[in-house]
């Protein structure tokens, strides 16, 4: 008997229905409701849209009785290495003012989100990103999603080049359907016929019908400066550098962060390297992993469709071998290079060009006025008065670029006049942690995240205190739910939500990147994440070797048996 064929996912039935991500949301934009239908939702995500609801009010009922839902929408700008200008910033926190919930989300992908847009604001919004020549599509949905890079705005070829590397592969592999063009922009009383072009290949050369199976994310960055996290994308390029200049990159392939708890074939996973490609080569090297997976990847089964499912089920070399017959010739090995060490760009910074650039941490990357902190002032206080340019971090911080030496302290007095602390007033804990979003507006959320950690930070830098142990340097990471999407599956301490209030501490990643952390304890109530924590650093102090990091002594003692060891040490 033949094994049963299995049925595609509702999403892909959607995407081919959907006349190249088209679909019905058009008329659905203009109907009496506050939400959009189930093929619609899907569809949304590739327009940089993801229909939400305020948990926190989430099953309030009605005068009759009836639970209600109180919908609203996240809006993402897709900005490739996280470079802006300031006129762009300031026109995002004006739509954040006028159609959001007041503040602006610098993300873990260095991009820009406005929280709790309602539906009748979507398209205004969408179009002003527009205008300001930046664009949500691709933003989300099954293709490829914000190409991240190292964004130091230094002044010379080798940053340069990574920046418009960056820029080309958004370009080239920006999905070409102009269906996004007609539900957004295209003025319905102008008598504009639609675009509809024929064929798939003509289409969506690259993505066909029906896209990818998945979410893809590329990443480029220097092995000296790990700052995107290279290993944990489908695509990290790790630039090679001789004599100064870039020669090419090394590409690691098939990382991925999410994991689905109830099914035990999900799993977190570090690239592996593939191949070395020349300038020349390695976009078309990157298309043809693409067209691997699109034609490939596990379009029956959501969980299982990103590319580290099809590199493990396959194996590196057939890997390979597949993606060498869609490039057409053989690839060259990967160079012997790996990363050494991981910068942030906070604080001040000589460009190269006479001028500064200063980084600024951003708690989790929220952007708002509350109370005496009033960080979205400052900022159009900066933008206004110097017109810096701007650069977003992989760990939701900011960049001013450009800032004349005779401008430095002016722009560190406007931040302190609005109550931002400076980068080099806060703690090592809160520099290197960071956040998703969570409750109330992720509706796969479990628990808190962004509105918990600030707290836990506070209580940690009390305990790093006592021990001595305040200028040690380890990457924290928290999510709401084990979908990772704050790379908390690499990072020194991750602590993941696992149920309402109860979260898994991972420990023995490191801040280089290149190392999975490994599960301590699970089901941790939030009030004890904090003295979990506080017992292994002070068993970390006792007993570390000299320089050893805080990630490296967790895994060199076994994090599996930690527990028992620092158990039996108090």
């Keep these: 008997m033949s094994e049963k064929v299995k049925k595609l996912t509702p999403v892909e039935v959607f995407k081919a229905e959907s006349n190249y991500l088209r679909g019905e949301i058009a008329e659905e934009l203009v109907d009496e409701n506050d939400f959009f239908g189930k093929a619609s939702i899907q569809l949304l995500k590739h327009h940089g849209t993801y229909q939400q609801d305020n948990r926190d009010v989430r099953g309030v009922k009605d005068a009759a009785g009836k639970p209600q839902k109180s919908y609203m929408f996240m809006v993402r700008t897709k900005i490739p290495g996280g470079r802006i200008t300031s006129e762009q910033l300031l026109a995002e926190l004006d739509l954040c003012e006028e159609v959001a919930n007041g503040t602006l989300r610098i993300t873990s992908r260095q991009g820009l989100q406005l929280h709790g847009v309602l539906k009748n604001s979507l398209k205004r919004t969408i179009r002003r990103i527009e205008e300001i020549k930046l664009s949500t599509l691709a933003a989300c949905g099954d293709v490829e999603r914000n190409v991240m890079c190292t964004p130091a705005p230094y002044k010379d070829e080798i940053h340069d080049q990574m920046q418009q590397l960056a820029a080309d592969i958004a370009e080239r592999l920006c999905p070409q359907s102009t269906g996004f063009y007609e539900v957004w922009l295209q003025d ?160 001040w910074h000589e460009q190269g060009d006479g001028r500064w650039f200063y980084g600024l941490n951003v708690e989790n990357g929220r952007i708002k006025d509350e109370g005496d902190f009033r960080l979205k002032s400052a900022l159009r206080a900066i933008c206004t008065k110097f017109s810096p340019g701007i650069r977003l971090t992989p760990h939701q911080g900011m960049i001013f670029a450009d800032v004349e030496e005779g401008d430095r302290d002016e722009l560190e007095s406007i931040l302190r006049e609005h109550g931002v602390p400076l980068t080099e007033e806060i703690s090592n804990a809160r520099r290197w942690s960071m956040a998703c979003v969570a409750w109330p507006t992720c509706g796969l959320s479990i628990t808190e995240s962004e509105r918990a950690l600030p707290s836990m930070i506070d209580e940690l830098d009390v305990e ?51 190392r999975l952390n490994t599960i301590y304890q699970d089901m941790v109530p939030a009030g004890e994440v904090v003295p979990t924590l506080a017992r292994v650093f002070a068993f970390f102090k006792q007993h570390r070797e000299s320089d050893e990091s805080f990630g490296d002594f967790c895994h060199r003692r076994d994090v599996a048996t930690l527990a028992s060891q620092v158990d039996g040490d108090s």
């Design 188 to 347: 319905p009383d102008s008598g504009e016929k639609e675009l509809v072009a024929g064929g798939a290949e003509v289409v969506e050369p690259i993505y066909g019908s029906t896209y990818l199976p998945r979410k893809f994310k590329t990443a480029v960055a220097l092995p000296s400066d790990n700052n995107v996290d290279l290993y944990t994308h489908d695509c990290g390029l790790m630039a090679i550098v001789e004599e100064g200049k870039i020669v090419g990159y090394n590409m690691l392939v098939g990382g991925g962060q999410g994991v689905t708890p109830s099914a035990k074939k999900t799993f977190p996973a570090l690239g592996k390297p593939l191949a070395f490609a020349t300038l020349e080569q390695v976009i078309d090297v990157l298309v043809a992993v693409i067209k691997v997976q699109r034609d490939n990847g596990d379009r029956t089964d959501r969980k299982v469709a990103r590319l580290k499912y099809l590199i493990a089920n396959w194996g590196i070399e057939r890997f390979r071998a597949e993606v060498e017959k869609y490039y057409g010739s053989p690839l060259t090995d990967p160079r012997p290079i790996e990363v050494s060490e991981h910068d942030d760009h906070m604080g």
């Design 464 to 514: 790093l205190e006592k021990l001595g142990l305040a200028e040690e340097k380890f990457t924290v990471r928290m999510t709401g739910c084990p979908n990772g999407c704050a790379r908390p599956y690499n990072s020194d301490i991750g602590i993941v939500g696992k149920a309402k209030e109860k979260y898994t501490i991972l420990l023995g990643g490191r801040r280089l990147g290149d």
